[in-house]
């Protein structure tokens, strides 16, 4: 009777004591030469060359799932990354991520429903690996393509 007690005491205290992992909701990341990040100026327009909207799931520098739209009402499905060749740090490049923010998800697991809608798609800001804020913009169109107009700078 006393271990039924201690069982259900502890799952008791495991549900409040979740272990939530955050990850930020970013578009595949961009090569910048070093000099240019910090040539960047509002007004500037980088081009992500990308045709539809793509979004992961990234948990410091590794995409851990890609996002799907399910419907308009701002819910993903996640599904496992797809194998991309990894990009090489060098002195003269840098990846930075076109993040909209993080959410907290207590596990994830591929097919599992996210629902995004707290999230602004319109307000981006380009981050660094280390999650260092380097400018903010706005998605916009160049050329047929998904752009990031820079609109602040931080130095």
């Known amino acids: 009777m006393k271990v039924e007690t201690q069982a259900s ?17 970013t578009l595949p ?17 980088l081009l992500l060359e990308l045709g539809y909207l793509v979004l992961l799931l990234v948990q410091k520098a590794e995409v851990k ?22 990009e090489i740090h060098t002195k003269k490049y840098e990846l930075l991520y076109p993040s909209f923010g993080s959410v907290k998800i207590p596990q994830l697991t591929e097919g599992m429903t996210l629902e ?10 380009l981050q660094k690996a280390d999650e260092m804020t380097v400018a903010e913009g706005i998605l916009v169109e160049s050329e047929g393509m998904i752009a990031l107009e820079i609109k602040k700078v931080y130095r």
């Open 9 to 25: 005491r502890l799952e008791r205290m495991m549900r409040k004591h979740r272990n939530v992992e955050t990850y930020r909701v």
């Open 29 to 45: 990341p961009v090569a910048l030469k070093r000099k240019d990040i910090k040539m960047l100026e509002p007004g500037d327009v």
């Open 65 to 86: 799932a890609c996002l799907e739209l399910s419907d308009n009402e701002g819910k993903y499905v996640t599904l496992s990354p797809k194998e991309e060749k990894k």
């Open 116 to 125: 995004l809608s707290k999230i602004d798609l319109h307000s981006v800001m």
